[in-house]
């Protein structure tokens, strides 16, 4: 039987989504199921009980970096992100699958906005029930992030009103720290947000060292090249006042304030273990010591970096004077903490202005 979370919502397994599908006077009477599971198709669930069909007609469908799809998720052009449809006897029931995997490295975050909303819709008019396959991780995951956000709950405090429901309730280690980013930006997905793009540097991170070729939808737009086109454009509107990063030797701006990663001056960080910082220490710009800025990977970067190489130089696209590194095993910064990945700027390459 599904747990009954708070009125109209439920958490379960794979058999309370086969008794939500089949069932046609269940109790309670489902109206949404949200699937997520490893595959968006509904095979996933009738492969579970050989000799069933479940009736299934597709509304929407959502591939990243497609039309609908979040632009700077940190997931690869083509994954499907959501699919929603009418399933079950007469197509009574709406719903939405939502493939993820239950690991550490899944990027549930990308996938949270989606599946909050729909519990929302759902809930206004009728029983929403939110499954993976265990009923233990993933579905417990989406749960607690719900509970944080309507109930402005904190992380621990959302995990243990579902615990009490439900024992088994244990999202993995990595949907926890996820769990807590989205906590710390204010129960939503701010994917301009330093930790955000902190998360997002250390998935790809990941994605290398698991040997995943990287191409450049994971560089963040050149701020050299949007400046020059805005700035002729837009005179009249109200210019931002924002620090800019400039080749020390040709003036070319080859990052800005929002591309700057930062760290911690002095903490040790090991290697891919964001997540394992101390709390109580938010990343603050108390690097004025540091002799080197950690940026995201930006556009310019791009031949230095898609050969796939550990290492290399980064160097100016204009004038061709290094700047500095990049390591996805990370570099120390002489304040000693690491930063893992990492695209270096060296300070004294740089002049820092405002524009
Ligand atoms: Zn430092
Ligand atoms: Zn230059």
Known sequence: ???????????????????????????????????????????????????????????????????????????????????????????????????????????????????????????????????CFAGVSRSASIIVAYLMRAEQKSLEEALEALKEISESACPNDGFLDQLKLFEEMGFKVDTSSPLYKRFRLKLLGQSYISGEKISSYMFEDDPGLSLESGSCQDSSKVEQRKTAYRCRKCRRVIAVEGNVISHVPGEGESCFDWNRRKSGHPYNNKEHGCSSLFVEPLKWMTPAVEDGALEGKLSCIHCGARLGYFNWSGIQCNCGSWVTPAFQIVKSKVDISTI
């Open 1 to 131: 039987m599904p747990y009954l979370v708070r009125e109209r919502l439920y958490f379960g397994g794979i058999k309370d989504a086969i008794a939500a599908l089949t069932e046609s006077s269940s109790t309670p009477d489902f109206t949404h199921v949200l699937s997520v599971v490893s595959s968006a198709s509904i095979s996933f669930i009738t492969d579970c009980r050989p000799g069933l069909e479940i009736p299934t007609e597709e509304v929407l469908r959502v591939v990243a970096g497609e039309e609908g799809a979040a632009p700077t998720a940190a997931v690869p052009p083509g994954t499907l992100m959501r699919v929603v449809e009418r399933a079950g006897h007469g197509l009574r029931v709406t719903r939405m699958a939502v493939p993820l995997r239950d690991t550490e490295e899944a990027d549930l975050l990308d996938r949270l906005e989606p599946c909050l909303e729909f519990i929302d819709e759902g809930r206004k008019v009728g029983n929403v029930l939110v499954h």
